[in-house]
């Protein structure tokens, strides 16, 4: 069966400090990866995505995913976490030639002043 | 930007009534999808539509139907509301393309929710 495995539900870090957000998935094929973050009663805000190419890909608000095919990881980073970071991220995969998500069970970053 | 928007944002009904969460995409977005995300858990896929036709089938019940109409909105309509039915639903908008026969969607953007609680 497909799946998303974030084997963290918490994550703390000092603020100021980096931060990596854990993500490894068993898909078949080439999906589609992707980092949303979700804050409290909203909805979920898209921050990257790998297609292909660079295994290094950047999306919004400093944040960074480096895309590994041999461990079938996705792992969300920042260099310098802030108090403002402190959510719920979840990782997505989108099966190749499918319309659907398959999302990890979220991990709650807290960043502490 | 124009984002994607739901209506309403929240709802309140009885056990065995009727509820209707609509959604409307992004302008030009043709894939609509619709997800269930249940109290501290994640989002778990529903279905989505491809210009109009169903596209693809998750986990609904056969208590629940969707439609996207003519202008792409999209309509998901839940019948028999249980107490488990109560949850945050999202509607995601995408643009979707076929290239070398294949089908690829690109990134999907979420509507704020609308949290539909059963009593």
């Known amino acids: 069966a497909q799946s998303v495995a974030q084997p963290e539900d918490q994550v703390n870090v000092a603020e100021g400090n980096p931060l990596t957000v854990k993500c490894t998935y068993s898909v078949s094929g080439n999906p589609y990866l992707f980092w949303y973050v979700q804050y409290p009663n909203r909805g979920l805000q898209f921050l990257l995505k790998?297609?292909?190419?660079?295994?290094l890909v950047k999306g919004s608000y400093g944040f960074e995913a480096e895309f590994n095919k041999s461990q079938t990881s996705f792992h969300l980073k920042k260099p310098s976490a802030l108090v403002s970071d402190s959510a719920l991220y979840f990782c997505a995969v989108n099966p190749s030639g499918t319309y659907k998500y398959i999302f990890g069970t979220g991990t709650r970053l807290k960043v502490l002043a | 930007a124009a984002g994607v928007i739901q209506s309403p944002r929240h709802l309140i009904k009885e056990k065995r009534e009727t509820a209707t969460l609509k959604c409307y995409p992004i302008p030009r977005h043709d894939t609509v999808y619709w997800y269930q995300q249940g109290p501290g858990q994640d989002p778990q896929f529903l279905i989505s539509f491809y210009e109009k036709m169903q596209s693809d089938k998750g986990s609904i019940p056969d208590r629940f139907s969707a439609q996207q109409f003519s202008d792409y909105h999209s309509e998901l309509n839940m019948s028999s509301l249980e107490l488990g039915d109560s949850a945050l639903y999202f509607c995601a908008s995408s643009l979707s393309s076929v290239a070398s026969g294949r089908f690829r969607t690109d990134t999907q953007y979420f509507g704020p929710g609308t949290r539909l609680t059963v009593l």
């Open positions: 790998y297609i292909t190419g660079d295994n």
